[in-house]
Structure formats: structure tokens, C-alpha cells
T-cell receptor, first 113, second 110 residues
Framework: GESVGLHLPTLSVQEGDNSIINCAYSNSASDYFIWYKQESGKGPQFIIDIRSNMDKRQGQRVTVLLNKTVKHLSLQIAATQPGDSAVYFCAESENTGFQKLVFGTGTRLLVSP | NAGVTQTPKFRILKIGQSMTLQCTQDMNHNYMYWYRQDPGMGLKLIYYSVGAGITDKGEVPNGYNVSRSTTEDFPLRLELAAPSQTSVYFC?????????FGQGTRLTVV
């Protein structure tokens, strides 16, 4: 079936560096993409989303880039902080309302002081 | 605003036992979902509901049942627990835009 995957299982960065987490998806019908942050023992927390009619969307210290040609999604975190340490998941859905989310396996981000 | 609330947070079941994982949301969302997350993996959809009285299977429904008698509640039932159902279970709800997740129920079947 359709799936979403990640290239890097673990990313280690220094505090203050910029982090880039990548994700590949395969469902060409996906219209909505989301990045979630999951801290240990907690549920996924929404970070940022993007619709398929956009290439880039910015939030506070985070930017999501979407390349539909190669079915690639990335999350950029500026000035990474120790509090950013967590597992990050990309997810895709064919809808923005009703969301049968397909998750990747996750990338663990480790931020060293 | 409590969001999505799941109970219990932890549970240990013996093989063959049954239990219900509770989920309630106070955001008046039409759409609700149950996911399971195995260690080191992403979440997989078990069941979902698009409104009260309407439920459907997700990617991994075997061994589970759900009901949606009200907009707020979406319980997940395990009838005959198996070791393969050891996992962390997340309930979520959405309307338009982001889905909100509960804190999870960690279930161990021994």
C-alpha cells in the first residue's frame, strides 16, 4: 500500500545549528502533509502542515518544504534548541478534514548543548 | 479545554482477556481515529469514525472493535488480547486542519 518513509532514523546536531529532517511519500493523491513532534511518553504534537498546492510554509523557527515532483517533504528547524530533541514524524493524508494519516517511521533528533 | 482524553494510561492484560480503551474529546470534532504505535515505529490506523454512528476499518483492524454512539466518545475494544497487541494506543480527533492526539495508552499483553 501507499506509505510514507524517512531517510534518516537519527539526527544529531549542536545547539544553535539548523536541522533538516527529510521524508519521502509515495501516494500521489495525498493533498495534506503534516509534521509531528513526539516526546517520550507523549502523543504526537502538531508542528506545521502544508497543502499540496504550496511549496513552502513557514512557522516559528520551522519551515516545511514540499517537492511534489519527487514526492519529498522536509522540515527545517532554525537555531535548534535542546527542547527540540524528540522524534519527528511526517504524515500524509488525502484530505485536510477527514484525515486517514499515513505516518513514516520517525527521525530522532538529538540536540547537544 | 481538555482536548482528547484517553484512559487508562497503562494496562497489563493476560492473553485472552478483554478490555476497552476509552477516548473522549471536547472539541466537537466529527472525525475520530485510533492508532497504534509499536516501538520505534510510526503510528498505524486501526479504526476511524466520520461521525456518530459511523465507523470503518483502518490499516490494522484485526482483533479490535469500535463504536461511536456520541460525537464525544470513541472507545476501542479488545476482545481476546494477544501478545501482538502489545503497543501504545493513541486516539485522535480532527475537524478541519490538524488532528489532536491524546496522551496514549500503553498496553502490555502477557
Amino acid at each position: 500500500g501507499e506509505s510514507v518513509g524517512l531517510h534518516l532514523p537519527t539526527l544529531s546536531v549542536q545547539e544553535g545549528d539548523n536541522s533538516i529532517i527529510n521524508c519521502a511519500y509515495s501516494n500521489s493523491a495525498s493533498d495534506y502533509f503534516i509534521w509531528y513532534k513526539q516526546e517520550s511518553g507523549k502523543g504526537p504534537q502538531f508542528i506545521i502542515d502544508i497543502r499540496s498546492n504550496m511549496d513552502k510554509r513557514q512557522g516559528q523557527r520551522v519551515t516545511v518544504l514540499l517537492n511534489k515532483t519527487v514526492k519529498h517533504l522536509s522540515l527545517q528547524i532554525a537555531a535548534t534548541q535542546p527542547g527540540d530533541s524528540a522524534v519527528y514524524f511526517c504524515a500524509e493524508s488525502e484530505n485536510t478534514g477527514f484525515q486517514k494519516l499515513v505516518f513514516g517511521t520517525g527521525t530522532r533528533l538529538l540536540v547537544s548543548p | 479545554n481538555a482536548g482528547v482524553t484517553q484512559t487508562p494510561k497503562f494496562r497489563i492484560l493476560k492473553i485472552g482477556q478483554s478490555m476497552t480503551l476509552q477516548c473522549t474529546q471536547d472539541m466537537n470534532h466529527n472525525y475520530m481515529y485510533w492508532y497504534r504505535q509499536d516501538p520505534g515505529m510510526g503510528l498505524k490506523l486501526i479504526y476511524y469514525s466520520v461521525g456518530a454512528g459511523i465507523t470503518d476499518k483502518g490499516e490494522v483492524p484485526n482483533g479490535y472493535n469500535v463504536s461511536r454512539s456520541t460525537t464525544e466518545d470513541f472507545p476501542l475494544r479488545l476482545e481476546l488480547a494477544a501478545p501482538s497487541q502489545t503497543s501504545v494506543y493513541f486516539c485522535a480527533s480532527s475537524s478541519q486542519g490538524e488532528a489532536f492526539f491524546g496522551q496514549g495508552t500503553r498496553l502490555t499483553v502477557v
